[in-house]
């Protein structure tokens, strides 16, 4: 693996309802070089997803610094960090979100219609994309008509095809059995391995943090070591 891609911090975050603030992320502190794959893990409400948010420039921070390949995110305003997140992150969501009224081909595209590019590149894009998966041969078939695996399958491909710096994954795996579940996760492990992909994983499932390079455990909004989380 090579330098550091994601660079973190003194990151907390922190949200107001009504008149409290209660505080979700307390001072985190994380390298991830080019090339990771890394499993974040931690029970529920311990901040593992709203970390993986904050990385992937869905939301911002309270205080801290979040570089991601040298350039400080968090300082961003809305419009720049919408604009970073299309150019740089690939997300996997637990629940597929594909259109049921596009094709696996279409639902590959869509990130793509956001560039100032042809209709033939995006088909282009979008089935080397899908070859990449292996679903090459189910680009005419819509949603209905795949397995939940062949759907995941496919928010990949989508995830992939703008060729992203980072693909963020939050619980990929969580709606499905576990042979499937571990097909999608060899996937996974294959973008990383043979194509250099890094890979941030939010996962509950000991067996595919498995999968990833490592893991970094979250436990009430901080970063524990392994022997702590083991001990909760």
Known sequence: MSDVLVEIRGLTKAYTRGKQTVEVLHGIDLDIPAGDFVALMGPSGSGKTTLLNLIGGLDSPTSGSLA??????????????????????????????????????????????????????????????????GLAERSGHKPKELSGGQEQRVAIARALVSDPTLLVCDEPTGDLDRATADEILTLLQRLNAEHGKTIIMVTHDPKAAEYARRTVHLDKGTLIDAAEALAH
């Open 68 to 133: 991601i390949g040298g350039q400080a995110i968090e300082r961003f305003n809305d419009k720049a960090l919408a604009h970073w997140r299309a150019e740089h992150v690939g997300f996997v969501f637990q629940f597929y979100n594909l259109l049921p009224v596009l094709t696996a081909q279409k639902n590959v595209e869509l990130p793509l219609l956001l560039k100032d590019m042809s209709a033939s590149e995006r088909a282009r894009r979008a089935r080397i994309a899908l070859e990449l998966v």
